[in-house]
């Protein structure tokens, strides 16, 4: 992925967690609180806006550091954030408890781009 690319794909996911958390904060707030979701949805779109202002920040760091890791976080940081906040948001709500299961898997892919991140700024020079 670019780095061009890589910021613009943060904007746009920074963008849609503050519609999201909007959104939460006013149209679902009473749903989810009800449903006792609101925290989840909350972490979702912390997550979220959290990940998009990593995914910006590597953007830049790729204009200055080539290495095929920090490509890999990319990728990383994208698919990790769909699926971890992707599937708290569906979870929220469809109240379909088993896509709970898959959240630990876009952890994962965080975890791992944070990890991609660190090795290949290291091993650029």
């Given amino acids: 992925m670019t780095s061009?690319?890589?910021?613009?794909?943060g904007s746009i996911s920074g963008a849609i967690s503050v519609v999201l958390g909007?959104?939460?904060a006013h149209a679902l707030k009473d749903s989810l609180t009800a449903s006792g979701r609101l925290e989840t949805y909350e972490t979702a779109v912390k997550y979220q806006m959290y990940h998009s202002l990593?995914?910006?920040?590597?953007g830049i760091l790729m204009?200055?550091?080539q290495h095929r890791f920090l490509n890999y976080a990319s990728y990383s940081f994208?698919?990790?954030?769909?699926?971890?906040?992707?599937?708290?948001?569906?979870?929220?709500?469809?109240?379909?408890?088993?896509?709970?299961?898959?959240?630990?898997?876009?952890g994962l892919f965080l975890i791992a781009a944070w990890v991609l991140l660190a090795i290949g700024v290291?091993?650029?020079a």
């Fill in 22 to 24: 909007a959104f939460g």
């Fill in 63 to 65: 204009i200055h550091f």
């Fill in 78 to 106: 994208l698919i990790g954030t769909i699926i971890f906040s992707g599937s708290l948001y569906v979870l929220c709500a469809t109240g379909i408890t088993k896509l709970g299961a898959i959240t630990p898997i876009g």
């Fill in 54 to 58: 990593a995914m910006i920040l590597l």
């Fill in 4 to 9: 061009k690319l890589i910021i613009i794909i």
């Fill in 122 to 124: 290291g091993k650029a």
